[in-house]
């Protein structure tokens, strides 16, 4: 077995205690931030390397990982937009949400032409992260955000940027080049502002 499975499977456990951490924290009816921010650190792991592995190297690994990627960054910057009370921080969220809603939408018929067919909700590792936001009180909501924005986004970079190197469907790899600029500049403003912050990264 290759590095990268046992590397995924040591992710895959960790995030399964966190959320077995947050489970028990939320019965016990207590605030549970370090929790959540320990499940959105591991799920960052095993996105990176999902993306850099089956995501990078194999059609329907892609398509799943991209398609699943949009839906993730539409609906946290939908809660951004909402949660947010930082002018920069929404601008990045409209954006994000601009740039990977018209991507989706260029991506549907590429991977349905590839013969793959497209996921119709997230895995449980970026729910989870969406729940995370949802239940982060507003003091910290920019960080958590900023945090999981850069993280997203460097998988993105990796998935995107190995598929157009490598890949094998021509549609899907001129996808992948064509939205990686956008991609790499949604990271680059996330570090930006999670540094100016003190958030993670």
């Known amino acids: ?8 499977a040591a992710a895959a456990a960790a ?8 489970k028990d924290a939320e019965e ?22 999902s993306a850099a ?10 398509v799943s990982n991209a398609a699943e990627g949009d839906m993730y960054e539409i609906e946290a910057a939908k809660i951004a937009q909402a949660k947010s009370g930082n002018a920069d921080v929404k601008a990045l969220a409209k954006m994000i949400q601009a740039d990977h809603t018209a991507a989706s939408n260029a991506f549907k018929p590429l991977a349905t032409a590839a013969g793959q067919t497209l996921p119709t ?5 970026r729910q989870g992260l969406l729940d995370n936001l ?3 009180p507003a003091v910290q909501f920019d960080k958590v955000y900023l945090t999981q924005q850069v993280a997203a986004h460097e998988e993105a970079v990796t998935l995107h ?8 469907d021509a549609g899907l790899k001129g996808h992948a080049a064509k939205v990686l600029p956008k991609i790499e500049a949604h990271l680059r403003k996330a570090q930006e502002l999670a540094q100016k912050m003190g958030a993670a990264n």
């Open 1 to 8: 077995m290759t590095r990268g499975f046992y590397l995924a």
């Open 15 to 22: 995030l399964s205690l966190a959320a077995c951490g947050k």
């Open 28 to 49: 016990a009816n207590v605030a549970t931030p370090a929790v959540n921010a320990a499940q959105d650190a591991t799920a960052a792991v095993v996105g990176q390397t």
């Open 53 to 62: 592995t089956l995501g990078a190297n194999t059609i329907q690994g892609y």
């Open 121 to 125: 909700k997230l895995d449980e590792r």
């Open 134 to 136: 949802n239940t982060t």
């Open 161 to 168: 940027r190995g598929y157009a190197d490598g890949g094998e």
